[in-house]
């Protein structure tokens, strides 16, 4: 017993996502002497939902993915190949299988909070679990639930489900310190799967706000303003991919870190989202558009650097007929904006 509350100990301790799946994957390994612990995500819709591995503790050692910028080795399939997989997740039933490929026994058991299934933890073991094994391992998984559920309170938006303000700062942080380590030099050799994350392309920030949104709540009323507010939320999530990241930064004001390989690549993407905005029927509203600056995260800048330099991108599309996507680095070029001296803050509304 004083065993377990030590591993449970250790896992209320973290704060950081990744962190908090290790330790319960470590635990459970241990305690029930798994030959492998595994935890997935899911990520996409449909027939294109997708189980991406991001913790992994087993005989041959322990792997996982960092919050933002998962190594490029963990492994994602298809979850429509994992029959089991799929029964679990769709029925959120516990499923065991005899492994074929590598013998032993692999149960896999639901990850559910408020808004569904989030994901799979799968542990392996030589023998079917026993009603305690078992026991434990839902038990930790209920931990882990609940801790995941007091995290997305904390980490989310309560009218649009997105990110917050809180946790766009510890993203933008975690990506710098990345960054940074990818830059070292003569050390780089000490680091070379981070190494290989950063030949993968670079990370973009996008500031994007509604257009005349004061108008809407006045027009129509704050109930409908914030209908408009979830409505974009929900087209968000579907312009962009399960890897980038989404925060609403408070009123009509919204943040998207995107990885891409070139600019072009950025533009394209956030172009496709203000189509996707301006030709979707708002109910009673009708038609919105949302106008969008972005710039390069680059090793060196600081976080209000980098959302001033979107900001004022986004305030030359706004001052320049709204509805339009503006690059701080293409405006840079052409001479319409300066360069910009640090900030003391990092952002303004509109």
């Known amino acids: 017993m004083i065993h377990v509350l030590k591993h449970v100990e250790s896992i209320t301790q973290h704060r950081d996502r990744a962190l908090l799946e290790l330790g319960v994957a470590s635990a459970l390994f241990e305690l029930v002497k798994a030959r492998e612990v595994n935890l997935y995500k899911i990520v996409g819709e449909g027939a294109t939902r997708c189980l991406e591995r991001m913790t992994h503790v087993g005989q041959d050692g322990v792997r996982y993915a960092q919050e933002f910028g998962a190594d490029g080795d963990m492994d994602a399939v298809l979850l429509d190949t994992r029959p089991e997989m799929v029964a679990c997740v769709d029925h959120a039933q516990i499923i065991r299988r005899e492994r074929e490929d590598h013998g032993g026994h692999a149960h896999c058991f639901p990850i559910s909070v408020d808004r569904g299934v989030l994901g799979v933890l799968e542990v392996t073991c030589d023998a079917p679990l026993t009603d305690d094994d078992l026991g434990t391992a839902e038990g930790f998984l209920g931990l882990y639930r609940n801790y995941l559920s007091l995290l997305d309170y904390s980490e989310r938006d309560t009218l649009t489900g997105m990110l917050n303000r809180k946790t766009f700062d510890e993203n933008l942080a975690k990506i710098l310190s990345s960054m940074s380590v990818g830059q070292v030099g003569d050390d780089e050799r000490s680091y070379p799967r981070r190494r290989r994350q950063q030949d993968d392309g670079g990370h973009w920030l996008a500031v994007v706000d509604v257009d005349h949104f004061k108008r809407i709540n006045d027009q129509f009323g704050h109930l409908y303003g914030d209908e408009v507010l979830i409505l974009l939320a929900r087209i968000m999530r579907d312009s962009f991919r399960h890897q980038d990241r989404l925060f609403r930064f408070g009123g009509e004001e919204f943040v998207v870190i995107l990885r891409a390989a070139c600019e072009d690549e950025v533009q394209n993407a956030l172009e496709r989202f203000r189509l996707a905005v301006e030709a979707y029927a708002f109910p009673q509203v009708g038609r919105v558009t ?61």
């Open 290 to 350: 949302a106008s969008t600056g972005y710039t390069r995260i680059t090793p060196t800048d600081t976080i209000p650097e980098i959302v001033g330099r979107a900001d004022e991108a986004l305030y030359f599309a706004k001052e320049n007929g709204r509805n339009q996507v503006a690059s701080y680095e293409t405006l840079r070029v052409a001479g319409k904006v300066s360069v910009r001296e640090k900030p003391d803050s990092d952002i303004e509304l509109f």
